[in-house]
């Protein structure tokens, strides 16, 4: 049982965090970015490519390697950062000229659906569709597994399960100090609110808008690296599954929600979690009929708020 929660913790945290990325750009503009499964891939290639990874013996950058090794920590927060830049590149490339046109929501989110398709069949004319694994040495001298039981019943859990629960919770912790208790997270809440309004009120509204596309950019390069270096690299198409779920994490939880993007998360990680191994191949149908059974009773999501009209 503890050996389940705690895989079910650490998956659950991910999808939290990934989901994250979804909850502040629909927060500010109303809009899914559905590029945000292809950055979720791009952070994991990144963090791959800073620790030393070389590539297989396809794509333009065949038998390619960067030539040197850092550190896990430092390769993460790396890794994270390039992929924010490519949040923000999607940002004024797919959202800001049709923001500033007008554009109907639905183009938007055509648009982002789009970025997702190019980055993706980038990163296999790239590195090809070859799954790569990350070096089994990245934690350093931590163990391979914690027994959190005895010698004569154990219960082992990997140490990259608990690394993952221990970033996720740091991420998780920090991120809500910081839209709750300081003037950027202040700003940010007032442009969520009402944009226009809080540029009246003299809030660069499209820094923020930038800074929101790069953060949640960069927690989807989080989550890819920790996905990655708990399995593997799926190949180029590894973040669309997760982007899928990712959806489902904030439909439950309730859109534009933070609270409810990390409640969703965790309940969907611990129902996947319980799933016999016999029927794993039927996680995601689990996950989907969670999702289902709640909007029969709360269509707004767990958390979710209705939406006040001012006349």
């Known amino acids: 049982m503890l050996q389940q929660v705690l895989n079910g913790l650490a998956i659950g945290s991910v999808y939290a965090i990934f989901a994250l990325g979804y909850t502040l750009v629909f927060s500010i ?3 899914i970015n559905f590029a945000h499964g292809a950055v979720f891939t791009l952070g994991a290639y990144f963090t791959y490519t800073l620790l030393g990874g070389a590539f297989g013996f396809n794509g333009l950058l065949a038998n390619g390697q960067l030539g040197l090794a850092l550190p896990f920590v430092v390769a993460l927060l790396v890794g994270s950062g390039l992929a924010g830049l ?3 590149g999607i940002e004024r490339l797919a959202f800001r000229p049709l923001r500033l046109r007008g554009a109907d929501p639905l183009l938007t989110l055509v648009s982002s659906l789009g970025m997702a398709v190019l980055i993706t069949n980038l990163i296999q004319y790239l590195v090809g569709a070859e799954i790569y694994n990350f070096p089994s040495d990245i934690y350093g001298t931590l163990p391979k597994a914690v027994n959190f ?9 990997r140490t990259v399960q608990l690394v993952i629960i221990a970033v996720s919770a740091a991420i998780l912790v920090v991120l809500t100090l910081a839209i709750n208790y300081t003037r950027f997270g202040k700003a940010l809440r007032a442009v969520a609110e009402d944009a226009t309004t809080a540029g009246l009120l003299g809030i660069n509204t499209d820094r923020f808008i930038l800074l929101t596309f790069f ?6 390069g989080v989550a890819g690296t920790l996905i990655a270096s708990s399995v593997s690299i799926a190949g ?3 973040g669309i599954a997760f982007g899928l779920k990712g959806l ?3 439909v439950l939880g309730g859109l534009g929600e933070i609270p409810g993007a990390v409640l969703g998360g965790l309940i969907i990680g611990l129902a996947e979690a319980f799933v016999p191994p016999q029927y794993s191949g ?3 149908a689990v996950a989907f009929a969670i999702l289902f059974a709640v909007l029969l009773v709360r269509p707004r999501g767990l958390l979710g708020r209705a939406l006040i009209q001012k006349v």
């Open 215 to 220: 953060l949640s950019g960069s927690l989807g």
């Open 86 to 88: 490519v949040g923000v």
């Open 29 to 31: 503009l109303g809009i």
């Open 149 to 157: 039981g005895t010698a004569a019943a154990p219960v082992p859990v």
């Open 248 to 250: 489902a994490v904030i």
């Open 282 to 284: 039927y996680k995601d």
């Open 236 to 238: 180029p198409y590894f």
